[in-house]
């Protein structure tokens, strides 16, 4: 299982200044030099209070991991402590903090290249909960290291790197350990929150302190099985009449029911087609348009059954040639794994994610002014801050199936919700919901729909050992994004305990 930066030595540390080092020291000696007052862009008092800053889980490389906590406006004393992880890998968090579920909305302001203006957001999860989010793992968003040789890292670097996150976060916030403690995220989330919540039970069992009152985990369009997300995309598109019968005839006959990895000639010929048809679309959702020219998606589903390494160049790789770096808003559509190694967005295809548009989070987390008001390191120090970065040089992909984690998980009785926007094309709901029932549970809340403000919101169903599975009409693969009103209704009757 050859791993091309690990088997060499580590580089020397990075040599900081006598001041930036003193600046990093005083960063973490306290909560209370955690604490943001203000925020450059709004205007006006904080709902509840703020706090950010690193904690560092390994003193020897210099390798600290970046959070903002949001907490609650209704009792932060007693309510749920939830951390929020966005996916990749390689997504900062800051992404769900400024497009998602933060405690603002951000809006252009009149000014084209001044911040963008800060206003309350109605629907964030800080109404009922404690919201922590975090950059994870180094080199993502604000988090980094000394050594530049933590950037070759993979899922289970990156679980156990969060776990002592969570455990010398929890010292430093004595007030919330007996707090209900959840986890939370999207997209590649659904392989960092099974790994990490691994992690974490074992600490339980081991009974290390402080012990973290974990309670269970919600996960949306989450990738959890390659064989059921990547088998789903063909399925999906035919119900949702973007490719022909004929074709999904043709395709299903040909791929005998696998449209992804090693397939027959015939198969792969079928499963080009169906990637040209949906080239133009927005893969996060299927009914929001386009922000920049779908031009560069060729290359994703072009390349996307197939190891590049089996492809000769063509006319879009020639005009986006590869990059060897990692990216991810989300999970990449059907990007292959191999011996382990993912391949990324960029390495498929250009610098901008397809569809997406992050400048106003860029504008806004690449102002120094921001920087020093939320204690993250300066750009001269850690770079700019990207939705997805460019430093991780090597990411591990063991490419088990998450399935496994959660049979655990819910037997041992922590409570999950895994719900999808019915409109992702990324990770479609329909291998989602297939994967829920292989588990073989019993269905105690038969499948019915939701409702919000009166009108039919999605469907769920529910299942013994306090497994739900539920979708969002209309959204796509960032739901709070896409359905910010609908997102906080399921998301405070689930932590409740209340029936959706």
Known sequence: MPRTAAAAAPP???LLSAAAAIAIAVAVAAPDGHLVASLPGFHGAFPSKHYSGYVTVDEGSGRRLFYYLVTSERDAAADPVVLWLNGGPGCSSLDGFVYENGPFNFERGSDPGGLPNLELNPYSWSKVSNVVYLDSPAGVGMSYSLNKSDYTTGDLKTAADAHTFLLKWFELYPEFQSNPFYMSGE????IYI???ADEVVKGIEKDLKPRINFKGYLIGNGATDQDYDFNSFVPFAHGMGLISTELFEDASTA???????KVNNLCQEKIDRVHWELKDLNKYNILAPCYHHPEIQELEFKNSSLPSSFRKLGETEKRFPVRK???GRSWPLRAPVTRGRMTMWPELGGRSLPCTSDELANAWLDDEDV????HAEPKSLIGSWELYTARIEYYHDTGDSMVKYHKKFTAMGYRALIYSG???LCIPYVGTEAWVRSMGYRVIDHWRPWYFGGQVAGYTQGYEHNLTFLTIKGAGHTVP????KETLAFYSHWLSGEKI
């Open 187 to 190: 997209s590649f989330a659904g």
């Open 371 to 374: 920087r020093a008001a939320i």
């Open 325 to 327: 770096r990692m990216a």
């Open 12 to 14: 020397p540390l990075l």
């Open 255 to 261: 791929c005998h029911g696998t449209f992804w990895g």
């Open 194 to 196: 099974p790994t990490l």
């Open 481 to 484: 994004e896409y359905k910010p």
């Open 422 to 424: 019915d409109h992702d």
